[in-house]
T-cell receptor
Framework: GESVGLHLPTLSVQEGDNSIINCAYS??????FIWYKQESGKGPQFIID?????DKRQGQRVTVLLNKTVKHLSLQIAATQPGDSAVYFC??????????FGGGTRLMVKP | ETGVTQSPTHLIKTRGQQVTLRCSSQ?????VSWYQQALGQGPQFIFQ???????GRGNFPPRFSGLQFPNYSSELNVNALELDDSALYLC?????????????FGPGTRLTVT
């Protein structure tokens, strides 16, 4: 079936650098995407979302880019901090608010 | 904290047994979704309950069943447990069932089947 997936399973960055986490999706009809952060022992936490009528959306230190032509999403984190260390998932929000998650990328921030 | 609680935190069961996991929604939320997260993978949608009725189901067998109560808390029941059922089970509540409503996740129940 349709699924959302990620390119890189682990990303290691230096504190203060920018991080970029990528995600590919296969369902061209998808129109709503969400990035989640999951820390150890916790459930996923909403970071930022984007709809298909946009190609960029910014939050506090985070930016999501959507390229519908190649069905690709990215999450950019500016000035990465130790507290950003976690697993990041992109998810497709289907009708009825049923989420389809990708496999996740572990972000490790080196001090 | 999201205000969504789950119990128990951890559980160990034997293959073939049955298990019930519980979820208490955030106040005022009428929709609960359940997800299974195997180690090292993303959560997989099991089903959703809206106002006490099942509102959608993922690719899980009938031995996964659920219930939502009038106070909108919810249970996930799994019969005839298999080793592959070992996972973190997450519930998420939202104000309504539509795509415009953010889902708030609980911390999960870690189920180990031996």
């Amino acid at each position: 079936g349709e699924s959302v997936g990620l390119h890189l399973p682990t990303l290691s960055v230096q504190e203060g650098d920018n991080s970029i986490i990528n995600c590919a999706y296969s369902n061209s009809a998808s129109d709503y995407f969400i990035w989640y952060k999951q820390e150890s022992g916790k459930g996923p936490q909403f970071i930022i979302d984007i709809r298909s009528n946009m190609d960029k959306r910014q939050g506090q230190r985070v930016t999501v880019l959507l390229n519908k032509t190649v069905k690709h999403l990215s999450l950019q984190i500016a000035a990465t901090q130790p507290g950003d260390s976690a697993v990041y998932f992109c998810a497709e929000n289907n009708a009825g608010n049923m989420l389809t998650f990708g496999g996740g990328t572990r972000l490790m921030v080196k001090p | 904290e999201t205000g969504v609680t789950q119990s128990p935190t951890h559980l160990i069961k034997t293959r073939g047994q049955q298990v019930t996991l519980r979820c208490s929604s955030q106040s005022g939320h009428n929709t609960v979704s359940w997800y299974q997260q195997a180690l090292g993978q993303g959560p997989q949608f099991i089903f959703q309950y809206y106002r006490e009725e099942e509102n959608g189901r993922g690719n899980f067998p009938p031995r996964f069943s659920g219930l939502q109560f009038p106070n909108y808390s919810s249970e996930l029941n799994v019969n005839a447990l298999e080793l592959d059922d070992s996972a973190l089970y997450l519930c998420a509540s939202s104000l309504e069932a539509g795509v415009d409503y953010e889902q708030y996740f609980g911390p999960g129940t870690r189920l180990t089947v031996t």
